[in-house]
């Protein structure tokens, strides 16, 4: 990712309708697991830290994250994280069988991770009975030049695809459902749109992340949180990301 990506990630995090929305789901996700607050929770490729912050106010206070990014690292201490380091997921840095619930969202698309290494090694991370929290943007259709020139992406995925990854590794799959059905339309519209207009041809590549009129914030969290509410009882069958919970099998 670009590093001035990092502090737009940081700013956008507390209070965009996209962001506000995954936090939410992702919660959500690990309560319906009934993770008790003694669990040890591992955010791999943590970016800024807020996902860290929300797990340690709302689920278990034993967290700890890492992300490939030395740019990340310069917004942790302003989060107030301590066990969190420098590092990539294609050799995460914690012995085996060592969390109850690892999460990952939005790490997997990127350039540089080898996704079946990468997920090998979330899956090795995970104490037998552990549970995984897959997020990835959906569609490679869905895909824009310089959006994900800027953050590092180079693939999208289906259901299908996600679920033969995920499959290549003793777990239970206990949901794979797409998120952000909701507001699906306007997103595809959008990178397809933005897709043929021209951008500025200097500088370097730059997410598709600007900041909304308040009340245009308002209005589309509001439909992301209904949708939020339906995902806790029906999974999505489009959407712009998709989400895999799985158990680690005891081998």
């Known amino acids: 990712m670009q590093p001035h990506e990092y502090q737009t990630l940081y700013e956008f995090e507390?209070?965009?309708?996209?962001?506000?929305g995954i936090h939410g789901m992702l919660l959500d996700a690990l309560r319906s697991l009934e993770i008790g607050p003694e669990a040890r929770f591992l955010d791999a490729g943590c970016g800024t830290g807020q996902n860290l912050v929300?797990?340690?106010?709302?689920?278990t206070a034993?967290?700890?994250?890492f992300d490939f990014s030395i740019h990340a690292a310069t917004f942790w201490d302003k989060r107030g994280l301590e066990t969190v380091c420098v590092a990539s997921i294609?050799?995460?840095p914690f012995p085996a069988e060592t969390f109850d619930v690892v999460m990952s969202v939005d790490v997997l698309e990127c350039g540089a991770v080898d996704e079946e290494t990468a997920y090998g090694q979330l899956w090795s991370a995970l104490k037998p009975g552990g549970h995984l929290v897959l997020v990835v943007p959906a569609y490679d259709w869905l895909l824009n030049p310089e959006h994900h020139d800027a953050v590092g992406a180079v693939r999208r995925y289906t259901?299908?695809?996600?679920a033969a990854l995920v499959g290549k590794r003793p777990v239970k799959v206990l949901r794979i459902t797409h998120l952000f059905a909701s507001v699906f339309p306007l997103v595809a519209t959008y990178r397809i749109i933005d897709r043929w207009v021209p951008r500025r041809s200097d500088g370097p590549p730059r997410s598709d992340l600007e900041a909304l009129h308040p009340a245009v914030n308002r209005l589309l969290f509001g439909?992301?949180?209904a949708e939020r509410k339906v995902l806790r009882h029906w999974d999505m069958p489009f959407g712009s990301s998709i989400m895999a919970v799985v158990r680690k099998e005891e081998t």
């Open 159 to 162: 259901r299908p695809r996600l």
């Open 54 to 59: 929300n797990v340690k106010q709302h689920v």
């Open 223 to 225: 439909v992301v949180n």
């Open 14 to 20: 507390t209070f965009y309708w996209w962001y506000q």
């Open 62 to 65: 034993d967290v700890y994250g």
């Open 90 to 92: 294609n050799e995460i």
